[in-house]
C-alpha cells in the first residue's frame, strides 16, 4: 500500500484518471477530447533507471487514440528531469503517433515554481514548459456531493484551503466524500490528509463532526474521527493539568491518552480544574 508523499497523488491518478483531465481544464483551461483511461509506459528501452516515468493516461475517442498526459510527482526540484521529461514526451508521441502533454504534481509553490522554469531544448523556438500543479492552484472543494464524485480532487486541494474563509465548508465536504469510499482507499486517503492539515484544521474537522451532527457511513471514518475527537480531549485535560502545575504520574498520564471515552474525558477535564492531586480525577 503506497504511503509517500511521493506516491499518494499518484494512486489518486490511478484511481481515477477523470482527476488529470479536471486538474488541466480547472487550472491551466485546457481540454482534451477523448476519454481518460490509466495506463502503463515504461521508456527504459535503452536505460532502465532514467527513462521510466511515474503514471501516464491516455485519451481514446472509439478506437483512436488523441493525446497522452505525462504524470510526475515531484516533492522537489531535480534537474536531472530536465533532460528525461522531454524524452518521456517525444517517446510517447512517437509510440503512440499522438500529442503529450506533461502534468507535474508539487506539493508547494517553491517547487512548482521551480520545475515549471522552461526547458531549452536548443533548437530554435522548440522550448518544454511543464504544466506545475500545487494544491493552492485547485479551488476549494466546498459542495459535498462535488466532493463525493471527485474526492481526490477534493483531497489534493483541502490542505490549502482548510485554513482560509472557506475552512468549515471545505473540512466537511472532504470528510464527506472521502466517507463514501470503499476498502483501503478511504484510510490510506484520510491518512494522507492528516499529514497536511495544520494543528487547527485538524481540530475543525473533530469540531464540525461534533457540532453538524453528520453520521459517518464507513467504519473506519468513525473510528478515526472518534480516536482524533478522544485524542483532542484527552490533549485537554492534560493542558489543564499542567496549566495548574500539578504533577501528572506516569500511569495517570498513560490512563488519559488511553481513554477512547469522549464523554468520559469531558468530565475529567472539568475536574482538572478543581482537584488538588492528579490522582483524584479517577475518584
Known amino acids: 500500500m ?9 494512486e489518486m491518478v490511478r484511481n481515477r484518471p477523470e482527476l488529470v483531465p479536471t486538474i488541466l481544464r480547472t487550472v491551466f483551461d485546457l481540454d482534451i477530447l477523448g476519454e481518460p483511461t490509466i495506463t502503463s509506459e515504461n521508456f527504459a528501452d535503452h536505460n532502465p533507471a532514467e527513462l521510466r516515468c511515474d503514471a501516464t493516461v491516455m485519451f481514446d475517442t472509439g478506437d483512436e487514440r488523441t493525446h497522452g498526459v505525462i504524470v510526475e510527482s515531484q516533492q522537489r526540484f531535480d534537474g536531472g528531469k530536465q533532460h528525461s521529461w522531454p524524452a518521456y514526451i517525444a517517446l510517447l508521441r512517437l509510440r503512440h503517433k499522438c500529442g503529450a502533454t506533461l502534468l507535474v ?11 515549471a522554469a522552461p526547458i531549452d531544448m536548443g533548437h530554435p523556438n522548440w522550448v518544454l514548459e511543464p504544466l506545475t500543479v500545487h494544491p493552492g492552484m485547485l479551488p476549494p472543494i466546498t459542495d459535498p456531493d462535488q466532493a463525493a464524485r471527485m474526492p481526490e480532487l477534493a483531497v489534493l486541494s483541502a490542505p490549502a484551503h482548510a485554513d482560509g474563509p472557506h475552512a468549515s465548508a471545505v473540512v466537511s465536504a472532504v470528510a464527506a466524500a472521502i466517507d463514501t469510499l470503499t476498502g483501503d482507499t478511504g484510510p490510506l486517503y484520510h491518512d494522507y490528509l492528516r499529514t497536511l492539515l495544520s494543528d487547527a484544521a485538524r481540530k475543525l474537522l473533530e469540531d464540525t463532526v461534533k457540532t453538524t451532527g453528520y453520521e459517518w457511513q464507513s467504519d473506519f471514518a468513525k473510528n478515526h474521527i472518534a480516536e482524533g475527537r478522544a485524542e483532542g480531549e484527552a490533549k485537554s485535560v492534560l493542558l489543564v493539568l499542567e496549566a495548574r502545575d500539578l504533577a501528572v504520574p506516569d500511569h495517570v498520564r498513560e490512563r488519559i491518552t488511553a481513554c477512547t471515552d469522549t464523554d468520559q474525558l469531558e468530565r475529567w477535564i472539568q475536574r482538572a480544574a478543581t482537584i488538588d492531586h492528579a490522582d483524584q480525577l479517577f475518584d
Do not use: F, Q, W
Open 105 to 115: 504534481l508539487c506539493p508547494d509553490e517553491n517547487s512548482a515554481r521551480r520545475c
Open 2 to 10: 503506497p504511503t509517500s508523499a511521493h506516491e499518494l497523488p499518484l
